[in-house]
Protein backbone atom coordinates (compact mmCIF):
# COMPACT_ATOMS: atom_id res chain seq x y z
CA UNK A 1 0.00 0.00 0.00
CA UNK A 2 1.76 3.73 -1.02
CA UNK A 3 2.19 5.55 2.16
CA UNK A 4 -0.44 8.45 1.85
CA UNK A 5 0.25 11.14 4.19
CA UNK A 6 -3.02 12.13 6.42
CA UNK A 7 -3.57 15.81 7.43
CA UNK A 8 -6.75 15.03 8.85
CA UNK A 9 -5.91 16.07 12.58
CA UNK A 10 -9.12 14.11 14.46
CA UNK A 11 -8.53 11.42 12.00
CA UNK A 12 -5.02 11.39 13.36
CA UNK A 13 -6.15 11.36 17.22
CA UNK A 14 -8.25 8.82 16.76
CA UNK A 15 -5.82 6.68 15.40
CA UNK A 16 -3.31 7.77 18.09
CA UNK A 17 -5.79 6.68 20.44
CA UNK A 18 -6.39 3.31 19.23
CA UNK A 19 -2.91 2.70 19.54
CA UNK A 20 -2.57 3.91 23.15
CA UNK A 21 -5.81 2.69 23.98
CA UNK A 22 -4.75 -1.05 23.18
CA UNK A 23 -0.85 -0.77 24.15
CA UNK A 24 -0.97 1.91 26.63
CA UNK A 25 1.77 4.26 27.56
CA UNK A 26 4.59 2.52 27.95
CA UNK A 27 3.79 0.35 25.27
CA UNK A 28 3.67 2.80 22.24
CA UNK A 29 6.94 4.04 21.22
CA UNK A 30 7.38 7.53 19.51
CA UNK A 31 8.46 4.94 16.21
CA UNK A 32 4.88 3.18 16.39
CA UNK A 33 3.33 6.72 16.14
CA UNK A 34 5.42 7.49 13.23
CA UNK A 35 4.57 5.02 11.56
CA UNK A 36 0.76 4.68 12.70
CA UNK A 37 0.34 8.45 11.54
CA UNK A 38 2.38 8.27 9.01
CA UNK A 39 4.00 11.01 10.40
CA UNK A 40 7.65 11.99 10.24
CA UNK A 41 9.72 13.05 13.71
CA UNK A 42 9.67 16.91 12.31
CA UNK A 43 5.67 16.89 11.15
CA UNK A 44 4.97 14.44 14.67
CA UNK A 45 6.17 16.86 16.67
CA UNK A 46 5.23 20.04 14.64
CA UNK A 47 1.61 18.36 14.73
CA UNK A 48 1.46 17.66 18.27
CA UNK A 49 4.84 18.51 20.45
CA UNK A 50 5.38 15.17 22.34
CA UNK A 51 3.96 11.95 22.62
CA UNK A 52 2.43 13.10 26.23
CA UNK A 53 0.23 15.95 24.26
CA UNK A 54 -0.62 13.27 22.34
CA UNK A 55 -1.96 11.10 24.43
CA UNK A 56 -3.58 13.47 26.61
CA UNK A 57 -5.60 14.66 23.05
CA UNK A 58 -6.19 11.28 22.97
CA UNK A 59 -7.55 10.52 26.17
CA UNK A 60 -9.99 13.43 26.27
CA UNK A 61 -11.01 11.97 22.64
CA UNK A 62 -11.79 8.78 23.98
CA UNK A 63 -13.43 10.25 27.76
CA UNK A 64 -15.56 12.93 25.55
CA UNK A 65 -17.11 10.11 23.09
CA UNK A 66 -17.97 8.06 25.43
CA UNK A 67 -20.01 10.83 27.31
CA UNK A 68 -21.43 11.85 24.53
CA UNK A 69 -22.49 8.08 23.02
CA UNK A 70 -23.97 7.09 26.74
CA UNK A 71 -26.05 10.68 27.09
CA UNK A 72 -27.03 10.29 23.00
CA UNK A 73 -28.29 7.19 23.52
CA UNK A 74 -30.15 8.27 26.95
CA UNK A 75 -32.17 10.94 25.00
CA UNK A 76 -33.16 8.16 22.52
CA UNK A 77 -34.31 5.34 24.95
CA UNK A 78 -34.01 6.51 28.48
CA UNK A 79 -31.97 6.83 31.18
CA UNK A 80 -32.88 3.25 32.37
CA UNK A 81 -32.56 1.65 29.41
CA UNK A 82 -29.40 3.70 28.13
CA UNK A 83 -27.75 2.66 31.33
CA UNK A 84 -28.98 -1.04 30.93
CA UNK A 85 -27.76 -0.93 27.16
CA UNK A 86 -24.36 0.39 27.84
CA UNK A 87 -22.71 -2.74 29.88
CA UNK A 88 -23.05 -4.70 26.11
CA UNK A 89 -22.52 -1.88 23.85
CA UNK A 90 -18.88 -1.02 25.63
CA UNK A 91 -17.72 -4.92 24.67
CA UNK A 92 -19.36 -5.22 21.50
CA UNK A 93 -18.53 -2.22 19.86
CA UNK A 94 -16.22 -3.45 16.88
CA UNK A 95 -14.76 -0.27 16.41
CA UNK A 96 -13.21 -0.48 19.89
CA UNK A 97 -9.63 -0.75 19.88
CA UNK A 98 -9.70 -3.09 23.10
CA UNK A 99 -12.07 -4.46 25.52
CA UNK A 100 -10.99 -2.52 28.79
CA UNK A 101 -11.62 0.74 29.47
CA UNK A 102 -8.66 3.20 28.32
CA UNK A 103 -9.19 5.35 31.58
CA UNK A 104 -8.56 2.20 33.49
CA UNK A 105 -6.02 0.72 31.86
CA UNK A 106 -3.95 4.66 32.09
CA UNK A 107 -4.66 5.24 35.65
CA UNK A 108 -3.20 1.50 36.57
CA UNK A 109 -0.49 2.01 34.11
CA UNK A 110 0.73 5.39 36.02
CA UNK A 111 -0.75 6.08 39.12
CA UNK A 112 2.03 4.89 40.66
CA UNK A 113 4.51 7.04 38.76
CA UNK A 114 1.98 10.36 39.64
CA UNK A 115 2.19 11.27 35.92
CA UNK A 116 -0.22 13.32 34.78
CA UNK A 117 -1.93 11.17 32.55
CA UNK A 118 -3.25 8.87 35.69
CA UNK A 119 -5.03 12.09 37.21
CA UNK A 120 -6.76 13.58 34.17
CA UNK A 121 -7.65 9.60 33.57
CA UNK A 122 -9.81 9.92 36.92
CA UNK A 123 -11.19 13.08 36.24
CA UNK A 124 -12.42 11.91 33.34
CA UNK A 125 -13.97 8.73 35.15
CA UNK A 126 -15.37 10.57 37.89
CA UNK A 127 -17.05 12.86 35.04
CA UNK A 128 -18.17 9.57 33.56
CA UNK A 129 -19.16 8.67 37.13
CA UNK A 130 -21.77 11.92 37.71
CA UNK A 131 -22.95 11.25 34.29
CA UNK A 132 -24.13 7.91 35.36
CA UNK A 133 -25.82 9.24 38.72
CA UNK A 134 -27.87 12.05 36.66
CA UNK A 135 -28.92 9.16 34.56
CA UNK A 136 -29.66 6.75 37.80
CA UNK A 137 -31.59 10.07 39.23
CA UNK A 138 -33.30 10.70 36.07
CA UNK A 139 -34.59 7.29 36.18
CA UNK A 140 -35.60 7.91 40.04
CA UNK A 141 -37.17 10.72 38.84
CA UNK A 142 -40.02 8.85 36.43
CA UNK A 143 -40.25 6.26 39.17
CA UNK A 144 -38.19 3.26 37.07
CA UNK A 145 -36.20 2.83 40.48
CA UNK A 146 -36.94 2.58 43.81
CA UNK A 147 -37.09 5.89 46.27
CA UNK A 148 -34.46 4.29 48.59
CA UNK A 149 -31.68 4.10 46.10
CA UNK A 150 -29.20 6.97 46.14
CA UNK A 151 -28.05 7.92 42.83
CA UNK A 152 -24.77 8.45 43.20
CA UNK A 153 -24.23 4.96 45.26
CA UNK A 154 -25.93 3.32 42.24
CA UNK A 155 -23.17 4.86 39.69
CA UNK A 156 -20.36 4.48 41.91
CA UNK A 157 -21.19 0.68 41.88
CA UNK A 158 -22.05 0.36 38.33
CA UNK A 159 -19.09 1.99 37.03
CA UNK A 160 -16.81 -0.14 39.67
CA UNK A 161 -18.86 -3.61 38.16
CA UNK A 162 -18.55 -1.99 34.59
CA UNK A 163 -14.41 -1.86 35.09
CA UNK A 164 -14.47 -5.00 36.29
CA UNK A 165 -16.90 -6.20 33.88
CA UNK A 166 -14.39 -4.71 30.66
CA UNK A 167 -11.22 -6.45 32.36
CA UNK A 168 -12.77 -9.70 32.10
CA UNK A 169 -14.34 -9.03 28.37
CA UNK A 170 -9.83 -8.41 27.56
CA UNK A 171 -9.81 -12.11 28.80
CA UNK A 172 -13.04 -13.91 27.76
CA UNK A 173 -15.07 -12.06 25.85
CA UNK A 174 -17.91 -14.57 25.94
CA UNK A 175 -18.14 -15.08 29.84
CA UNK A 176 -17.65 -10.94 29.43
CA UNK A 177 -21.44 -11.00 27.92
CA UNK A 178 -23.04 -12.88 30.34
CA UNK A 179 -21.82 -10.14 33.21
CA UNK A 180 -23.43 -7.42 31.09
CA UNK A 181 -26.08 -9.62 30.83
CA UNK A 182 -26.36 -9.56 34.44
CA UNK A 183 -25.44 -5.66 35.38
CA UNK A 184 -28.01 -5.01 33.04
CA UNK A 185 -30.93 -7.12 34.65
CA UNK A 186 -29.78 -6.18 37.88
CA UNK A 187 -31.15 -2.51 37.10
CA UNK A 188 -34.50 -4.27 36.01
CA UNK A 189 -35.12 -4.63 39.93
CA UNK A 190 -34.05 -1.68 41.57
CA UNK B 1 20.70 3.47 57.21
CA UNK B 2 23.68 1.34 56.36
CA UNK B 3 23.47 -1.46 52.68
CA UNK B 4 22.76 -4.16 54.16
CA UNK B 5 22.67 -6.97 51.55
CA UNK B 6 19.61 -9.54 52.38
CA UNK B 7 20.57 -13.16 51.33
CA UNK B 8 16.90 -14.09 51.62
CA UNK B 9 15.52 -14.72 48.37
CA UNK B 10 11.83 -15.39 49.05
CA UNK B 11 11.86 -11.77 51.33
CA UNK B 12 13.96 -10.37 47.97
CA UNK B 13 11.25 -12.13 46.05
CA UNK B 14 8.56 -10.10 48.04
CA UNK B 15 10.18 -7.27 47.63
CA UNK B 16 9.92 -7.49 44.25
CA UNK B 17 6.19 -8.77 43.65
CA UNK B 18 5.76 -5.37 45.70
CA UNK B 19 7.76 -3.12 43.48
CA UNK B 20 6.36 -4.88 40.41
CA UNK B 21 2.53 -4.87 41.80
CA UNK B 22 3.07 -0.68 42.53
CA UNK B 23 4.62 0.01 39.17
CA UNK B 24 3.73 -2.67 36.57
CA UNK B 25 6.39 -4.36 33.93
CA UNK B 26 7.91 -1.10 32.21
CA UNK B 27 7.43 1.25 35.15
CA UNK B 28 9.98 -0.88 37.23
CA UNK B 29 13.81 -0.10 36.05
CA UNK B 30 16.48 -2.86 36.50
CA UNK B 31 18.06 -0.13 38.53
CA UNK B 32 15.54 -0.37 40.58
CA UNK B 33 15.25 -3.41 41.25
CA UNK B 34 18.85 -3.57 42.04
CA UNK B 35 18.50 -0.83 44.49
CA UNK B 36 15.48 -1.99 45.96
CA UNK B 37 16.70 -5.78 46.67
CA UNK B 38 20.06 -4.14 47.95
CA UNK B 39 21.80 -6.39 44.68
CA UNK B 40 24.63 -5.64 42.28
CA UNK B 41 23.96 -6.21 38.71
CA UNK B 42 25.85 -9.54 38.56
CA UNK B 43 24.52 -10.86 42.02
CA UNK B 44 20.86 -9.70 40.17
CA UNK B 45 21.62 -12.05 37.70
CA UNK B 46 23.16 -14.47 39.43
CA UNK B 47 20.04 -14.91 41.67
CA UNK B 48 17.05 -14.27 39.42
CA UNK B 49 18.57 -14.70 35.58
CA UNK B 50 16.37 -11.75 34.63
CA UNK B 51 14.30 -9.02 35.19
CA UNK B 52 11.03 -11.25 33.47
CA UNK B 53 12.32 -14.53 35.91
CA UNK B 54 12.04 -12.29 38.68
CA UNK B 55 8.38 -11.02 37.48
CA UNK B 56 7.61 -14.44 37.21
CA UNK B 57 8.34 -15.35 40.55
CA UNK B 58 7.19 -12.07 41.92
CA UNK B 59 4.10 -12.69 40.47
CA UNK B 60 3.52 -16.86 41.32
CA UNK B 61 4.28 -15.89 44.73
CA UNK B 62 1.68 -13.12 44.87
CA UNK B 63 -0.92 -15.29 43.48
CA UNK B 64 -0.29 -18.09 45.61
CA UNK B 65 -0.31 -16.59 48.47
CA UNK B 66 -4.00 -14.88 47.20
CA UNK B 67 -4.56 -17.72 46.80
CA UNK B 68 -3.95 -19.79 50.23
CA UNK B 69 -5.03 -16.65 52.20
CA UNK B 70 -8.57 -17.27 51.12
CA UNK B 71 -8.26 -20.97 51.26
CA UNK B 72 -7.23 -20.62 55.06
CA UNK B 73 -10.23 -17.70 55.90
CA UNK B 74 -12.18 -20.34 54.49
CA UNK B 75 -11.20 -23.58 56.50
CA UNK B 76 -11.98 -21.06 59.22
CA UNK B 77 -15.02 -19.30 59.36
CA UNK B 78 -16.63 -21.21 56.39
CA UNK B 79 -16.65 -20.28 52.72
CA UNK B 80 -19.54 -18.22 52.49
CA UNK B 81 -18.01 -15.87 55.17
CA UNK B 82 -14.92 -16.04 53.65
CA UNK B 83 -16.41 -14.80 50.18
CA UNK B 84 -18.03 -12.30 52.11
CA UNK B 85 -15.03 -10.67 53.91
CA UNK B 86 -12.96 -11.17 50.89
CA UNK B 87 -13.50 -8.14 49.27
CA UNK B 88 -12.74 -5.90 52.52
CA UNK B 89 -10.09 -7.55 53.34
CA UNK B 90 -8.42 -7.48 50.06
CA UNK B 91 -8.29 -3.50 49.44
CA UNK B 92 -8.04 -2.74 54.08
CA UNK B 93 -5.21 -5.16 54.32
CA UNK B 94 -2.28 -2.71 55.34
CA UNK B 95 0.95 -4.83 54.24
CA UNK B 96 -0.63 -4.89 50.12
CA UNK B 97 1.72 -3.07 47.93
CA UNK B 98 -1.33 -1.48 46.04
CA UNK B 99 -5.07 -1.43 46.27
CA UNK B 100 -5.65 -3.07 42.38
CA UNK B 101 -5.06 -6.65 41.79
CA UNK B 102 -1.50 -7.31 40.21
CA UNK B 103 -2.88 -10.14 38.24
CA UNK B 104 -5.16 -7.77 36.45
CA UNK B 105 -3.00 -5.17 36.42
CA UNK B 106 -0.12 -7.60 34.64
CA UNK B 107 -2.84 -8.64 32.34
CA UNK B 108 -4.07 -5.55 31.20
CA UNK B 109 -0.37 -3.69 30.88
CA UNK B 110 1.26 -6.60 28.78
CA UNK B 111 -1.73 -8.28 27.48
CA UNK B 112 -1.55 -5.90 23.78
CA UNK B 113 2.20 -7.18 23.45
CA UNK B 114 1.42 -10.89 23.23
CA UNK B 115 4.01 -11.10 26.46
CA UNK B 116 3.93 -14.64 28.51
CA UNK B 117 3.32 -13.01 31.17
CA UNK B 118 -0.20 -11.88 30.57
CA UNK B 119 -0.75 -15.34 30.00
CA UNK B 120 0.41 -16.16 33.40
CA UNK B 121 -1.56 -13.53 34.56
CA UNK B 122 -4.75 -14.63 33.02
CA UNK B 123 -4.34 -18.87 33.93
CA UNK B 124 -3.77 -17.21 37.61
CA UNK B 125 -6.66 -15.59 37.36
CA UNK B 126 -8.73 -18.29 36.01
CA UNK B 127 -7.31 -20.69 39.14
CA UNK B 128 -8.49 -18.03 41.60
CA UNK B 129 -11.96 -17.98 39.84
CA UNK B 130 -12.20 -21.72 39.93
CA UNK B 131 -11.15 -21.62 44.26
CA UNK B 132 -13.66 -18.90 44.12
CA UNK B 133 -16.55 -21.34 41.93
CA UNK B 134 -15.57 -24.57 44.81
CA UNK B 135 -16.67 -22.01 47.73
CA UNK B 136 -19.97 -21.29 46.25
CA UNK B 137 -20.72 -24.79 45.82
CA UNK B 138 -19.56 -25.60 49.05
CA UNK B 139 -21.87 -23.10 50.43
CA UNK B 140 -24.81 -24.30 47.88
CA UNK B 141 -24.00 -27.94 49.50
CA UNK B 142 -24.36 -26.70 52.49
CA UNK B 143 -27.45 -24.35 52.02
CA UNK B 144 -26.22 -20.90 52.66
CA UNK B 145 -26.73 -20.42 48.82
CA UNK B 146 -30.32 -21.13 46.40
CA UNK B 147 -29.91 -24.46 44.29
CA UNK B 148 -30.84 -22.26 41.45
CA UNK B 149 -27.58 -20.38 41.49
CA UNK B 150 -24.48 -21.91 39.35
CA UNK B 151 -21.53 -21.74 41.33
CA UNK B 152 -19.19 -20.79 38.30
CA UNK B 153 -22.03 -18.53 37.21
CA UNK B 154 -21.30 -16.44 40.59
CA UNK B 155 -17.84 -16.91 40.51
CA UNK B 156 -17.65 -14.95 37.53
CA UNK B 157 -19.46 -12.48 38.30
CA UNK B 158 -17.41 -12.32 41.76
CA UNK B 159 -14.22 -12.09 40.22
CA UNK B 160 -15.44 -9.50 37.80
CA UNK B 161 -16.89 -7.69 40.34
CA UNK B 162 -13.94 -7.84 42.70
CA UNK B 163 -11.69 -6.24 39.91
CA UNK B 164 -13.60 -3.50 39.22
CA UNK B 165 -13.98 -3.07 43.21
CA UNK B 166 -9.99 -2.84 43.33
CA UNK B 167 -9.42 -0.33 40.63
CA UNK B 168 -11.87 1.75 42.73
CA UNK B 169 -9.60 1.58 45.20
CA UNK B 170 -6.59 2.77 43.61
CA UNK B 171 -8.91 5.87 43.43
CA UNK B 172 -10.82 6.14 46.41
CA UNK B 173 -10.84 4.01 49.14
CA UNK B 174 -13.32 4.98 50.51
CA UNK B 175 -15.79 4.68 48.26
CA UNK B 176 -14.09 1.17 47.34
CA UNK B 177 -15.41 0.30 51.03
CA UNK B 178 -18.68 1.14 50.44
CA UNK B 179 -18.62 -1.10 47.00
CA UNK B 180 -17.12 -4.24 49.29
CA UNK B 181 -19.89 -4.12 51.73
CA UNK B 182 -22.32 -4.26 49.25
CA UNK B 183 -20.48 -7.14 47.58
CA UNK B 184 -20.64 -8.83 50.73
CA UNK B 185 -24.49 -8.18 51.02
CA UNK B 186 -25.19 -9.05 47.48
CA UNK B 187 -23.93 -12.58 49.28
CA UNK B 188 -26.30 -12.80 52.13
CA UNK B 189 -29.51 -12.95 49.78
CA UNK B 190 -28.53 -15.59 46.95
Known sequence: MPRRP???RD???ERARDVFWQQGWSG????DLERILDLRPGSFYAAFGSKEALYELALDTYAQQGFERLKTLARKIGPLEALKAHPKLVIT???NAAKACMLAKTFLELHAQKHPLAERASAHLSR????FSELFQQAQAAGEIGAQHKPSGLARRYQSDLLGMRISAERNEF???AI????SANLTNL
Open 6 to 8: SYN
Open 11 to 13: DLI
Open 28 to 31: TSLK
Open 93 to 95: NKQ
Open 128 to 131: MEML
Open 175 to 177: DAQ
Open 180 to 183: AEEL
